[in-house]
């Protein structure tokens, strides 16, 4: 079982939809969630980060955090081609936090 | 804050040689990590440093990968003897406690 779990995709969507990426992840000991979107090419950019159950809004994305379910999910409203894109989720545990896991990433593509 | 800097960002290497790296972090920034990544998955995580400290290195990092940070600061990343499926982007990131992380713009290894 791999660490964190993604859905590889690819997940298209229409300009002006919803998108929802969703992640699980096997240690019940972390502690920070992320959300990172890479472009073709380039280094990962961090979007969002939780860490209490519930939910996160920043503008257009909201983090969703379920530690029972070992579940974390990210909603992008009113998706914009520029949005295209992939998203790793990643999960820092061990002892103080130390070391990120990240997730093979979820391919979107927000189709005008 | 410049950011994190890494050199070169491209590299073209012949099966054997040997190849070094160079990361240097956001200058507040005490952990510094490498990650290594291919086509199509997540960051895999290579190797951590708090302050000059190295605190975990991979199990899957072969004899063959080295990391230094001598005085806190730079880190460099030295693969001996490459091989083709040492091909890769070569990500290094840092953070201090508390903040997510952050990362450079990459070194593309290409091994010929």
């Known amino acids: 079982q791999k660490e964190v779990e993604q859905n590889s995709g690819p997940l298209s969507v229409p300009e002006g939809a919803i998108a929802s990426l969703n992640c699980t992840y096997s240690?019940?000991?972390?502690?920070?969630f992320f959300w990172y979107r890479q472009y073709s090419g380039k280094s990962p950019e961090l979007i969002m980060f939780i860490y209490s159950n519930g939910d996160k809004e920043d503008g257009r994305f909201t983090a969703q955090l379920n530690k029972a379910s070992q579940y974390v999910s990210l909603l992008i409203r009113d998706s914009q081609p520029s949005d295209s894109a992939t998203y790793l989720c990643?999960?820092?545990?061990?002892?103080?936090?130390?070391?990120?896991?990240f997730g093979a990433g979820t391919r979107l593509f927000v189709k005008a | 804050d410049t950011g994190v800097s890494q050199d070169p960002r491209h590299k073209i290497t012949k099966r054997g040689q040997n190849v070094t790296f160079r990361c240097d972090p956001i200058s507040e920034h005490n952990r510094l990590y490498w990650y290594r990544q291919t086509l199509g998955q997540g960051p895999e995580f290579l190797t951590y440093f708090q302050n000059e400290a190295q605190l975990e290195k991979s199990r899957l990092l072969s004899d063959r990968f080295s990391a230094e940070r001598p005085k806190g600061s730079f880190s460099t990343l030295e693969i001996q003897r490459t091989e083709q499926g040492d091909s890769a982007m070569y990500l290094c990131?840092?953070?201090?406690?508390?903040?997510?992380?952050?990362f450079g713009n990459g070194t593309r290894l290409t091994v010929t």
């Open positions: 990131a840092s953070m201090t406690q508390g903040t997510p992380l952050h």
């Open positions: 990643a999960v820092t545990h061990g002892t103080g936090g130390f070391k990120t896991i």
């Open positions: 240690d019940r000991g972390s502690q920070s």
